[in-house]
């Protein structure tokens, strides 16, 4: 790739990047806590938002790059301490381009009931056989981030129990529409499971059928136009490039 298109689609991802954690955090997705980052295109380093930069009010100058051991290239600002997740993800597996860490409230409080996710949401029917890492304290070192991306193996996310959960996709848009509709699935379930011990979970043909036409492409784009464009209604981008 020429160094001006290089360029051109890091200042894209920047910018998918900063709205993408707005967008998680007025989801309550994120709070004050929790990190997205991708994969730099071309090479062996990847954007992180900051450790101290609110996800309320991140710019493109709150991103810090750092290199596969999880370092910040000279220069930077200080990465999330618990960046040897993305780090040990990105070593293990090349066709991961985005991950995200956040400690979305539905998912974790199945975990802590015990309850593990199933597909039981039409868009969010990709949940289920989630694997679960039972260290549950701050995962800020590379052995502690290593032995969670064995958890993980190959598969989009793993769960970690009363603390969140990490999910990996292609891309930025692919982690956030994920994110967004694991969340749904799991509030679901959980007022299911109220209702009814014994809840429908989509399983055999209906299952496959559903996670076929719901996760597609142009879904995938769809899903994140409709959020990218109520942020922007609710004014949410608005200092982004202050
Ligand atoms: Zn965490």
Redo the contacts with the bound molecule.
Sequence with gaps: MQGAQIQQEIQQLKVDLVKAVRMLERARILDM??HLSSRAPGDDRFYINARSASRASLTVQDITCCNLDGDALAGETEPPS?VHIHAAIYRRRPEVNAVI?S?PHWQTVLGIAGQTMQPVYSIGAFAGNCPVFEKSS??NTPEMAEELAQVLGNRCMVEIRH??NVLVGPGIREVFVASIYLEENAKKQYHASLLNPNFHVLSGENLQRTRETNWTPSIVQKAWHYHEEKARLAGIFNDMWE
């Design positions: 806590n929790g618990e860490h400690h701050l995962v603390h969140g």
